[in-house]
């Protein structure tokens, strides 16, 4: 039977251009994190590299390969349910944008390659087109703990709800999203999207964002947040590199679920929101 609640630990790394500094900062917080009463804890989107079309080639990596292996170590020494918020992915000559998930015994159970890759043109503020160096993920992630089965998209995912309704559909409680929103999108969008989510499909919804550099030629928004089911910020940082926790709890779900029963007030004779998962396991093969 799964547990009423559970604590979530978010780690807003202050990512550095050194992967091997990266990584060990990585398996110090993990253990701060899960000392603190974590069940759950997730990184930030490029959390062993700097974010930019420029860097994904020189640190993608195999997987498995150093990183992955560090969040195996780093989830088994812990006990702990690991979100690897993503890295740069090499494979068959393609570069992906890669969050991979680690359960208590430090087993992959969940990839999930960026289905939505960052393309945007705002005049005078931001270009940015991961799509001149990355190729796009083409299968849903969930995973199942012992508290609830949790979603996984990776920043741009965010901005579509269809996702977030094929998950809440699939019987996800929490939806979770490494990213790194920037500082023209980030003040705009940032907590407007997670609440969005939250609200329309009822349940939790956590972005776990790097830490500011503001010397850095991307530069992340910060402010890792937690949505409850009522669209309310239970938790959010400020942008400099900490640890923030939210206890997750599973009956306020339920709660506000039968107190406005919008999933029993849909109508698919009018519309629906389809989805096949193709699941990744241990022993599968993407």
Known sequence: MAANSFRLGLIQLAVSASKSDNLTRVAKLVKEATVAGSKIVAL?????SPYGTSYFAEYAEKIPGPSTDALSKAAK?????????SIP??????????????????????KHRKIHLFDIDIPGKIKFQESEVL?????????????????????????????????????????????AFNMTTGPAHWELLQRARALDNQLYVAAVSPARDETAKYVAWGHSTVVSPWGDVIRKAAHGEEIIY????????????????????????????????????VHGVM
């Open 246 to 281: 939210a206890e997750i709890d599973l009956a306020c779900i339920q709660q506000v679920r039968s107190q406005i029963p919008t999933r029993q007030q849909k109508r698919p004779d009018l519309y629906d929101v389809k989805g096949d998962t193709v699941q990744w396991s």
């Open 89 to 110: 992915e090499e494979d068959d000559g393609k570069l992906y944008n890669t969050c991979t998930v680690f359960n208590p015994d430090g087993l992959m159970i969940a």
């Open 135 to 179: 190729s796009p993920g083409n299968t849903f992630s969930t995973f199942d703990t012992p508290f609830c089965k949790v979603g996984i998209g990776i920043c741009y995912d965010i901005r579509f709800a269809e996702l977030a309704q094929v998950y809440a559909k699939k019987g996800c409680q929490l939806l979770v999203y490494p990213g």
């Open 77 to 85: 020494d812990n006990s702990v349910f690991l979100i690897g918020g």
């Open 44 to 48: 930030p989107e490029c959390f062993n």
